[in-house]
């Protein structure tokens, strides 16, 4: 059975979301949205029960193949030192982000001009800024306004606690006299939008049962299906279709039972993530396109950026409550994120303080890692660590390079007989001197703020969430997949609204700058009257 | 091995000072039924029971507390992979027990009727930060 809709949105994570809210306020538009996953009841989530921890390893993990879940799908990451990290459901990776919101700075739309690394994007972080802003009030963003590290924000929350431990590495970084500022978060700490302020539990990444925490499913979407977005979950979209002109006709896609369908519309919306963009592209094969549909360019699935994390850890001598409060959101520095000739890489990173490990990772980890052993010492050991840690994430900006890429495994099928991914990805020697950097810093302000530095490493292995670059804009269409609205080159009723159009990744987390890019390219959408492309 | 209680109590024994228990007083048995782990109970317990022979000759019981648990730190070596599944499994049974939760200070604990309150902060911490100036690169 066919169905027609003005508009067909794919993936309803940040991106999706977005869009659907944006392009739905004109309610004569008949929107739907497809989303791969299930629905989520936040009275589900593990954080309702006293063995939370355990779900990290399990249903709520942020690996596909620990979930055992049919919305996913195989990504064979085995030639990546870092493992894709993603949650299919309504809401996406959302549901389980840590909701840290910072911008892009302008200075990450200019790279090549600025620092002859990377591209410069066709859009400004002039242009995007109105849309930071509407994306921050939907998102509800807690925050101080006045960091010397960011173009003034008009307005955000209050800020999230720092805490007993957040106060600590603030004097250390004090002390060295580099930048700190409370974190961005995308968490609410007073009422907001029908919305409840966070309660400082801690688990955030299991999905907030309080709904303090901005994912989408609490944000734009009961908006959005309020203003008559129609949802289809369990819809796994397999292949943009054309029309005889070379238009985007609609989508196919397998419902639960495995049933085909093709949704038909004028306008087709792609926001299934850096990895699942690429991958719903390169599977909508057709003899006009070989190689992948907007695939022209060979830059479909190319360029994968995904923010390579460095982590230092330390313990302090007292107890400061380190485990309570929003886990990943504390302080940023961005003391080290603009290019400085003096240091041996290109561009920046950013230092996120983290809050202590809860109790099952400190024993585990502490164990693990010779720390907290069995046996009579175990429990002395434990109380010496527990609620006493801090850590630092780097997240370094990762520079575009074509060989880092998504391409289809057709080895490996998901539930619907779709073909999997492969993912083929090398940290750049410019990385790798960041990520060193970053660690020798972490360890200053650590050790500055009295702690012991008890751990550090870099890559990440699990830490594959940005998911950045796989269809990058651009105005040449030699090297890019979609123009700077969005719009796939050569389809003209085709976008792509997720970060696989970043350019380049910046060395901040990437929804607050994803979510405004997709309400830039909803404005043009929106523009064109009659959806008259 | 007739009695896993006596391993787990070598793994994790009390700690009276700090008024902590030994894993046996926790539900561990309702932890392997809920993760359907037996199977790997019985191949630790198996792999133990030769280390005691092989490195004591004697069974497990029969060991000191010494000897309980170097014999099972050595077990690492025969299977890394079990031994690791099994130390990892107590522990996340042992400290997701509501006793044990509140022991050790975790907050507030699920159902979360009331959340934990951190105290407000002295943002005067900022003002070195601020008198610094902008930091951001201009691009005009």
New interface residues.
Partial sequence: MNKEYDIVIVGSGASGAAAAWRLSRDQSLRIVCLEQGDFTDPSKYPSTRIDWELSRAMEYSSKPSSRNNLADYPIDDSDSPISIANFNSFGGSTILYSAHFPRMHPSDFLTHSLDGVGEDWPVSYADLKPYFELNESMMGVAGLVGDPANPDYSSLLPPIPLGPMGRAVAEGFNRLGWHWWPSYAAINTRNHNNRGPCINLGPCNIGCAQGAKGSVDVTYWPIARRQGVEVLTQCRALEVTLDQQGKAKGIMYADKNGARHEILARVVVLACSGIGTPRLLLNSRSPAHPNGLGNHSGMLGRNLMLHPLGYVEAVFAKDLQSSLGPHGACILSQEFYETNSDRNFSRGYTLQVLRGAPAVETANTGFFMRQIPLGKDHHRKFHDYFNRTAGIAIISEDLPELHNRVELDDATFDSSGMPGVKVHYKLSDNTKNMLKHGVVSSKQVLQAAGAKVTSSFWPVKNAGWHLMGTARMGSDPNFSVVNKHCQVHGVPNLFVVDSSVFVTSGGVNPVATAQAVTLWACEYITKHKNLNF | MKDLKLVID????G?PE?G?PSASLIDFNNYLRT?HLEELIDAFTSILEQVCIEKYSQLFSELD?IQK?NA??ACKLKNIRIF?TM??HL??A???S?E??MK?????????P??????????S??E???E??????D?S
């Fill in positions: 070598a793994m994790l024994p700690d700090l902590m993760y507390s648990l099972i730190n690791s130390v990892s522990l996340r042992y400290y997701t509501p044990i939760q050790i200070g975790v907050g507030s604990v699920p159902p979360f009331n959340g934990n309150s951190i105290a407000e902060d002295d943002w911490l900022l070195t930060v601020y610094r100036g902008r930091i951001f690169r691009v």
